[in-house]
């Protein structure tokens, strides 16, 4: 098994834990907007507790949540400034550690229905643009479709970064593993694959459904002998349904304890995960937990 590197846990949960400006539909941009230091503490909280990988906090800079207007006055400085404050908590680390650009959904998550092609290429391309100087890795997070995954890598088809894409999982733990747009994980895979990627990740999932998307995963790996990095970082929610207003109300959570969340790792490790991490829920002590484990290993 490949060592496992040890990806942050979520920005925006871990804002509203530490007492940072948060509300709807602003989500983790508002921390951005009125009291940024609150972002540089939540990127720390998780350096210390041992994460390897931190990611911008850019997630929120997009129309869906800043509102067209904001966002035309100031999405892509806001991103910009996301992207300072990662690469400054990353300097000043102890360890080594990477920062990740995020491209998030641009229209929405978890809504494959609300995806255009030519208006979302602007706005990935924008984020693109605001954090390229600053990251020194790319996640595109929380993918719903082939198709959306397929407009990202146009915009990051000429960077020489390592890009990794994380696609965001139906929570039915009973049939078989699909996105969020009802295409199978294994068409989805086989569709990146033929992008410049250094990984495939699952994200902002319930971590019950992860396991049978890594085990495809790594099956159509093995089958085409590549040796591309399996990522997961789950979530805490209950399960999302299908129409899920993202950005009108705050997910309900469920308690999730570290110890639990280091049981479904060490499976996801089994079958070939080798960059972990958590999503919305998964705090600082979650990513301690995964870290402790990691040093008996």
Not at 1 to 14: A, F, Y
Not at 51 to 80: D, M, R, W
């Amino acid at each position: 098994m490949k060592k496992v590197t040890i990806l942050d846990g979520g920005i925006g949960r871990e804002l509203k834990r530490i007492g940072a400006p948060f509300s709807q539909p602003l989500w983790s941009a508002q921390a951005l907007i009125d009291a940024p230091h609150f972002v540089a503490q939540a990127h720390q909280n998780f350096i210390d507790a041992g994460a390897n990988i931190i990611t911008v906090n850019s997630y929120a800079c997009v129309p869906f949540h800043l509102g067209e207007e904001l966002y035309q006055q100031q999405g892509e400085k806001l991103a910009e400034q996301a992207a300072i404050i990662a690469k400054e908590s990353a300097q000043s680390a102890n360890q080594k550690v990477l920062v990740a650009g995020s491209l998030p959904p641009p229209l929405g998550s978890y809504r494959p229905d609300l995806f255009e092609a030519q208006q979302a290429n602007s706005i990935l391309s924008t984020l693109f643009s605001a954090q390229d100087k600053y990251v020194d890795i790319w996640l595109a997070e929380t993918i719903s479709s082939i198709e959306e995954a397929k407009a990202i890598a146009q915009v990051l088809k000429d960077t020489p970064k390592p890009c990794y894409y994380a696609f965001t999982l139906n929570d039915d733990t009973k049939g078989p593993a699909q996105l969020r747009s009802g295409e199978l994980v294994a068409d989805a895979v086989e569709a990146v694959l033929t992008e410049a990627v250094a990984g495939v990740f699952f994200n902002c999932s319930i971590p019950e459904v992860m396991a049978q998307a890594i085990k495809i995963t790594a099956d159509i790996l093995e089958e085409k002998k590549l040796t591309i990095d399996i990522g997961v970082f789950a979530n805490s929610f209950t399960p999302i349904s299908q129409g899920h207003e993202a950005n009108l109300t705050t997910q309900s959570s469920r308690d999730l304890t570290p110890e639990e969340y280091l049981t479904f790792a060490k499976k996801w490790q089994c079958l070939g995960a080798n960059i972990i991490g958590g999503c919305c829920g998964i705090e600082p002590s979650h990513i301690k937990a995964l870290s402790e484990w990691l040093k008996t290993t």
